[in-house]
């Protein structure tokens, strides 16, 4: 009795998740007239609802069937963060929290792929239950660490100006990061072959931001306001921001996967000209930037790759010194006018700025050490101070994301945060140790850089819980399950989701 009441809830399921009502012609003819028949009275009650009902089922069915695309098109949507798509009727007013409710397209696809993601492991488990593949489980890096940082986050609520504000927050911001940025990298980079046509897809946003960039010339007044490579908009919408900070925060990333694909493109010519073109252009746009945390990142990064190349310049010394030297004289004038920047207005202004958020930030922490002001608080700190209302600029994040977590969830944040990430680097070495070919652990070496170079990047900006930090970090992870497991990556490598 038990084993026929199973066979028969298999069957619902079967039925619901492969939209069949039996296996036959008849079946299927009866379901595809049922779905129309409805759409039809839909039609007649509303013709733009049934609309949008039909765009969205069909939009759920394309992601579901293709999860793969569906990632690489969200790795190449990760700059557009200020294209939003707005929910007027959704907004949120409670307890003094005052919301309208509009969310990044690249969040909401994002979130679509996430649903999408587990309404496809469900089907999996019950209409394949019987299947024993490693596409069976769901894997979550981190996960106890990261529990312990999003339950502070939530308690630290107890502090906060708006409880209900600052638990909207801990979840739309930090528990989305890692559902939608760490999970479905780690769990649809199955293969060698996704992670590089992700990482492709990276890398032609980047081609899409530096071309903005140089764009921005000329829509600047050479002659009265300080030149840099920055966003620009379109249609009168900046669909990456108005920050030059929005251009780097991509490069730092696009560039050094470029030099990812420049490497793993090995004795293809051609590949390797393409990605090494690229590199070039990212390097130059991101001087051009004049970001400070920018420059220091380049800097470290060549200093990886001089070292990873030395035995090639070993080779070309004389070669390479002359160009060298006619890169220096390049360079010159721009370093000379950042110079010029730094001991002026702008980045003077920039530098006590900062001081003073640091100096709030430091002031919240010492009212409320242990659980801090509440989970994406900082605006209230800043809101609230004379002192910055003062300067007349407008509302600003924390510049740093010590300096956040510290004032937003004290000391138990600060700690859970390090455990965070202390779990993610104890992963990210265990599966280096474990890589036993050298030129996959050399791939993964990129990726390490491409995370730990955003992460430095967003030590002293305000995007900490967006997709361009943590999306990096996921194909980091997803990386590091693929290279140090050889069984698994052969298993996928002929396949797609």
């Keep these: 009795m038990a084993k026929m009441i199973m066979n028969d809830y298999k ?36 013709p733009y609802f049934t609309l949008a009902v039909s ?20 790795a190449f949507l990760i700059p557009f963060i200020n294209l939003y798509i707005p929910f007027e009727k959704l907004n949120i007013n409670f307890l003094g929290f005052n919301k309208a409710f509009a969310i990044p397209l690249v969040d909401l696809f994002g979130i679509a792929l996430f649903v999408c993601f587990l309404i496809n492991f469900l089907k999996k488990k019950f209409y394949e239950l019987e299947k024993e593949d490693g596409n069976m489980k769901i894997q979550f890096p981190a996960i106890i660490t990261f529990l312990f940082f999003f339950s502070t986050s939530l308690l630290s609520a107890v502090n906060a100006y ?3 504000g600052s638990v909207w927050y801990s979840i739309r911001w930090i528990l989305v990061f890692y559902l939608i940025y760490i999970i479905l990298p780690v769990n649809i980079i199955k293969s060698k072959r996704i992670l590089k046509n992700t990482i492709f897809s990276f890398v032609l946003a980047g081609v899409f931001v530096s071309l903005m960039g140089i764009a921005s010339i000329f829509y600047q007044d050479l002659g009265n306001e300080f030149m840099r490579l920055k966003p620009i908009s379109i249609f009168g919408v900046y669909p990456i921001g108005e920050n030059q900070k929005q251009i780097s925060e991509i490069l730092v990333v696009a560039g050094m996967f470029a030099a990812m ?6 004795e293809n010519i051609y590949q390797r ?7 070039s252009i990212f390097m130059v746009v991101l001087l051009g930037s004049f970001s400070r945390a920018a420059w220091l990142i380049v800097f470290l990064q060549i200093i990886f790759l001089l070292y990873k190349y030395r035995l090639k310049i070993k080779e070309y010394q004389v070669q390479l010194a002359l160009i060298s030297v006619l890169l220096l004289a390049l360079l010159a004038p721009i370093v000379y006018y950042m110079i010029i920047l730094q001991t002026n207005a702008p980045g003077l202004g920039s530098n006590e700025h900062r001081i003073l958020l640091n100096q709030l930030a430091w002031e919240g922490f010492l009212r409320h050490p242990i659980l801090g002001h509440g989970s994406g608080d900082f605006f209230h700190l800043v809101d609230t101070n004379i002192r910055y209302q003062a300067t007349g600029a407008s509302l600003m994040d924390s510049h ?22 202390g779990a993610i680097g104890s992963f990210v070495y265990k599966k280096y140790k474990e890589i036993t070919d050298k030129f996959n652990r050399e791939l993964f070496v990129y990726t390490i850089i491409a995370a730990l170079s955003i992460f430095l990047f967003e030590w002293f900006d305000t995007s900490f819980y967006r997709g361009k930090l943590w999306f990096t970090v996921g194909v980091m ?10 069984e698994k990556d052969k298993q996928y490598e002929n396949t797609s989701n």
């Excluded at 694909?261 to 090995?266: G, N, P, S």
């Excluded at 000209?273 to 590199?279: H, P, Q």
């Excluded at 740093?400 to 990430?421: R, V």
């Excluded at 992870?477 to 050889?486: C, D, G, M, Q, V």
């Design 477 to 486: 992870l997803a990386a590091a399950y693929i290279f140090a497991n050889k």
């Design 261 to 266: 694909l420049f490497y793993w493109a090995k």
């Design 55 to 74: 765009l969205i089922f069909i939009t759920f069915f394309l992601i579901t069937k293709y999860q793969e695309y569906s990632l690489y098109l969200m």
């Design 11 to 46: 069957t619902l399921i079967n039925s619901i998740f492969s939209l069949k009502l039996a296996n036959n012609l008849a079946g299927n003819f009866l379901a595809i007239f049922i779905a129309l028949f409805a759409l039809f009275l839909l039609f007649l009650i509303s």
């Design 273 to 279: 000209y393409l990605f090494f073109v690229l590199w």
């Design 400 to 421: 740093g994301i010590w300096q956040k977590i510290a004032s937003e969830m004290g000391m138990l944040g600060l700690a859970s945060f390090t455990a965070f990430i």
């Design 162 to 164: 708006s409880w209900f």
